[in-house]
């Protein structure tokens, strides 16, 4: 079975250009997760989908945006990029909403570097 | 924020001996979760402890939770050089199915 999946692996961009990054949940999962992990910072929580709705959301500024498509694919959109936006972002999914329960399932990631 | 601190930041010992990591969170959780991260790729999802529950096992790891204490740790038996990576420990308060990551142990094993 495909674990969750993440496009592109590598992504550069310069300072107030928008960046897109995908993700593809394991085949069966509705929910799925954005992750920032930036040197200094450590692993914080940025969005999560299910059922097409954003249903929680980290302290990120609004220029952080995401959906969820009807296959549960999600997309991240960041706008206005900032050099402190550099950072791997990880992806996770879920079989639903009840995270006592529900393991998060990571992707491999996308680097983002904003020059 | 981190909920999380883990101890020790870095830990190297010899391929064979046992490595301990601790995780220490601040609020009442739901579960604990243990993930393995290597050379900043993608979390490999190790252990899951609930809330209501005290030790777990899985093959070579062993992970205890003592919730009066807001603590946690896990235990990798006779280490192998491919058990190099960084591992993190990340609690689910029940707050919207965000996980909340401690700062992460680097685990170097020599062999």
């Known amino acids: 079975e495909a674990g969750v999946t993440q496009s592109p692996t590598h992504l550069i961009k310069t300072r107030g250009q928008q960046a897109t990054l995908r993700c593809s949940p394991i085949?069966?999962?509705?929910?799925v997760y954005w992750y920032q992990q930036a040197l200094g910072l450590g692993l914080q929580f940025l969005l999560w989908?299910?059922?097409?709705?954003?249903?929680n959301r980290g302290n990120f500024p609004p220029r952080f945006s995401g959906r969820q498509f009807p296959n549960y694919s999600s997309e991240l959109n960041v706008n206005a990029l900032e050099l402190e936006d550099s950072a791997l972002y990880l992806c996770?999914?879920?079989?639903?909403?009840?995270?006592?329960?529900?393991?998060?399932?990571f992707g491999p990631g996308t680097r983002l570097t904003v020059l | 924020s981190q909920q999380g601190e883990e101890d020790p930041q870095a830990l190297s010992i010899q391929e064979g001996e046992n490595a301990t990591m601790n995780c220490s969170y601040k609020?009442?959780?739901?579960?604990l979760q243990w993930y393995r991260q290597n050379s900043g790729r993608g979390l490999v999802h190790l252990i899951l402890?609930?809330?209501?529950?005290r030790e777990k096992h899985s093959g070579r790891l062993r992970v205890t939770l003592d919730t009066s204490k807001k603590s946690s740790s896990l235990l990798i038996t006779a280490s192998r050089a491919a058990d190099t990576a960084s591992y993190f420990c990340?609690?689910?308060?029940?707050?919207?199915?965000?996980?909340?990551f401690g700062g992460g142990t680097r685990l170097m094993v020599k062999p």
């Open positions: 996770a999914s879920s079989l639903g909403q009840s995270s006592s329960t529900d393991t998060q399932y």
């Open positions: 085949s069966g999962h509705t929910s």
């Open positions: 989908y299910d059922e097409g709705e954003e249903r």
């Open positions: 609020t009442s959780i739901n579960n």
């Open positions: 402890i609930r809330s209501n529950e």
């Open positions: 990340a609690t689910d308060a029940g707050a919207g199915n965000m996980l909340t």
